[in-house]
């Protein structure tokens, strides 16, 4: 059965000429699943055949909740099942400005980061379409709160997801779908070249973000097996290119890891590499997974490596930690619990 929440507002309208129907009906279920309805029974403007039609053909309903868990800041993590009974995780997160979702794109990741508890768990398949705009609708139908910002921080790299993630990413952006601005959508590369290059083409306005992690490359290849693919010269390269395209900051991500990452030698080398890029350092201390090697650094060192940033002129920030206390923050991600530290 094919899912109705994959298809964009064009799409839905050749479906329901392929079924006979007028093109207008397609803005009509279109408003209705972005509404949030799971059932077709309740698109009360419809027509008995045509619900019955919509029944034989598809479904709305592709993600259901399993389980969640609220941290004591207020952060909520989601277990997912799908149809076909694998699971995944979502986190909402409570900001000053609005709730944050962060959303996973495929189950399992492929990119084997040593630091992720989402590598751990071996690759099943990509997420589709529907099945990541679902994620915001449950949470949203679950917490009663809007959703303003979305986050492909979740399990799965994004670009290895290339088309469903940037389908996904237009039905949430679309006035008549989610609704949510562009500039308020981030995605999180761990630094897939083509992907990042191919992104440069899409005339949208979304935030990049790039988890790197070092500046040196025998470290980075340490902590992520791609940058054996994808070096951090040619990620670097990648991203100028990008600037230069888009004219848009790029945030680059770096989890500090004691004794690993995060000495004053590491800061100067790493603001070496930025030094004239639009960009912006996110610094999140690494969270401990099951098996996991890596202990985060202390707050001082932290604070020392974003001050010396910040001197060189680079613009860095340590982001406040969400959710850790129920294995929800950064690379914490699993698809059944079995991964789960805690
Ligand atoms: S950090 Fe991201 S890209 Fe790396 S293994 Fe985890 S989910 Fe995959």
Not at 9 to 31: C, D, M, T, V
Not at 81 to 99: C, F, P, R
Not at 139 to 146: A, I, L, N, T, Y
Not at 201 to 206: F, K, M, P, R, V
Request: net charge neutral.
């Amino acid at each position: 059965m094919k899912n109705i929440r994959d298809y964009t507002l064009e799409e839905l309208e050749n479906e329901l000429l392929s079924l006979g129907e007028k093109k207008f009906r397609a803005k009509q279920i279109f408003a209705w699943i972005y509404r949030g309805v799971t059932s077709f029974e309740e698109m009360t403007d419809l027509s008995k055949d045509l619900i019955e039609k919509l029944k034989q053909n598809y479904i709305i309903d592709c993600i259901f909740l399993d389980n969640f868990q609220k941290s004591k800041d207020g952060t909520i993590k989601y277990l997912f099942k799908l149809t076909d009974e694998h699971k995944i995780e979502s986190v909402l997160m409570k900001y000053k400005y609005g709730y944050t979702a962060c959303v996973s794109n495929q189950i399992g990741c492929k990119m084997g980061c040593n630091f992720c508890a989402s590598a751990k768990i071996g690759f099943v398949r990509n997420l589709t379409p529907g099945e990541i705009v679902g994620q915001i609708l449950k949470m949203e139908e679950q917490s009663g709160e809007k959703i303003s910002n979305v986050v492909f921080m979740g399990i799965g790299e994004p670009f290895d997801n290339y088309e469903n993630v940037m389908k996904a990413v237009r039905l949430i952006n679309d006035p008549k779908g989610l609704n949510i601005g562009a500039r308020h959508i981030s995605i999180s590369t761990c630094g897939l070249v083509d992907g990042i290059e191919r992104f440069s083409n899409e005339n949208i306005q979304c935030n990049l973000c790039i988890s790197l992690h070092s500046s040196r490359d025998e470290v980075r290849s340490d902590m992520m097996p791609i940058n054996k693919k994808y070096n951090i010269a040619e990620v670097i390269d990648a991203c100028k290119k990008y600037i230069d395209k888009t004219n848009r900051r790029i945030t680059f991500e770096y989890a500090l890891v004691d004794g690993v990452n995060d000495s004053k030698e590491d800061a100067l080398h790493l603001a070496k590499l930025l030094h004239g890029m639009l960009c912006h350092v996110n610094l999140i201390p690494v969270n401990k997974i099951k098996d996991g090697k890596y202990e985060k650094s202390s707050v001082e060192k932290m604070m020392a490596f974003r001050d010396l940033l910040n001197d060189k002129g680079i613009v860095a920030t340590i982001r406040r930690e969400l959710g850790s206390d129920i294995s929800a923050a950064c690379g914490q991600l699993v698809r059944d619990e079995k991964s789960r530290l805690n």
